[in-house]
């Protein structure tokens, strides 16, 4: 789960799986450029890997794999160390996630929702789901960007039916100690998110638990 202090996590209740309503669950760059090698990565967030597969591995429900996936030259460099270039590893979802994959997005920022291809979902799909979960890493980048301007899109054209969903066992960030603590980034973003109206849970549970 994310890294969190005690008691923190327990302050969420859960749900059951079986309560979501024509559900979407997206996972967000869960590649080896930030779990397993290069610049950006962090090992520990890979303990989030079976939280997610436990949520995703029934068939009743779309799963969409969001990649980061950039050319060797893009402006996001600027900001953030080289990662995830184009026809690397980094780029490459994680082996243990790979039984999973069927659908998957690529993206060029941080933020999915900026995407082309989620673009296009907008366009085409989002009546298709209700419930949308997102599930992955950072969550004080690309979960905390993507589910904040989402939220916002479906306020502007009124999609009162439609709810956010993020698990925070499903969820985490990196951790480099005296920079970018794991912890204080994990709790901002998840409280940031509650208070912009995205519903928070502890986790998801099965229907048969």
Same mark, same amino acid.
């Given at each position: 789960?994310?890294?969190?202090?005690? +008691?923190?996590?327990?302050?969420?209740?859960?749900?059951?799986?079986?309560?979501?309503?024509?559900?979407?669950?997206?996972?967000?760059?869960?590649?080896? *450029?930030?779990?397993?090698? +290069?610049?950006?990565?962090?090992?520990?967030? #890979?303990?989030?890997?079976?939280?997610?597969?436990?949520?995703?591995?029934?068939?009743?429900? @779309?799963?969409?794999?969001?990649?980061?996936?950039?050319?060797?030259?893009? @402006?996001?460099?600027?900001?953030?160390?080289?990662?995830?270039?184009? +026809?690397?590893?980094?780029?490459?979802?994680?082996?243990?996630?790979?039984? !999973?994959?069927?659908?998957?997005?690529?993206?060029?920022? %941080? #933020? %999915?929702?900026?995407?082309?291809?989620?673009?296009?979902?907008?366009?085409?799909?989002?009546?298709? !789901?209700? =419930?949308?979960?997102?599930?992955?890493?950072? %969550?004080?980048?690309?979960?905390?960007?993507?589910?904040?301007?989402?939220?916002?899109?479906?306020?502007?054209? #009124?999609?009162?039916?439609?709810?956010?969903?993020?698990?925070?066992?499903?969820?985490?960030? !990196?951790?480099? =100690? #005296?920079?970018?603590?794991?912890?204080?980034?994990?709790?901002?973003?998840?409280?940031?998110?509650? *208070?912009?109206?995205?519903?928070?849970?502890?986790?998801?549970? @099965? *229907?048969?638990?």
């Amino acid at each position: 789960m994310a890294r969190v202090t005690d +008691g923190f996590i327990s302050s969420y209740p859960s749900i059951k799986k079986d309560e979501l309503v024509k559900p979407i669950i997206f996972v967000v760059d869960m590649v080896n *450029g930030f779990i397993k090698e +290069g610049s950006l990565h962090d090992e520990k967030i #890979n303990l989030i890997t079976s939280n997610i597969i436990n949520l995703i591995e029934d068939e009743e429900q @779309r799963v969409t794999f969001i990649c980061d996936s950039h050319p060797p030259k893009t @402006r996001e460099f600027i900001s953030y160390p080289s990662h995830c270039v184009i +026809g690397t590893s980094e780029s490459e979802i994680i082996d243990e996630l790979q039984p !999973y994959v069927d659908d998957v997005m690529k993206k060029n920022s %941080t #933020n %999915t929702f900026t995407s082309s291809a989620f673009q296009d979902f907008l366009k085409t799909r989002i009546d298709d !789901y209700q =419930d949308i979960v997102i599930t992955g890493c950072c %969550t004080d980048i690309c979960i905390l960007q993507f589910a904040l301007c989402l939220n916002a899109w479906l306020n502007e054209h #009124n999609y009162v039916k439609h709810r956010i969903i993020v698990p925070i066992d499903c969820v985490d960030t !990196y951790h480099i =100690d #005296n920079i970018h603590d794991s912890i204080s980034n994990n709790e901002f973003s998840i409280k940031n998110m509650e *208070g912009n109206g995205i519903k928070i849970v502890s986790f998801i549970e @099965r *229907g048969n638990e």
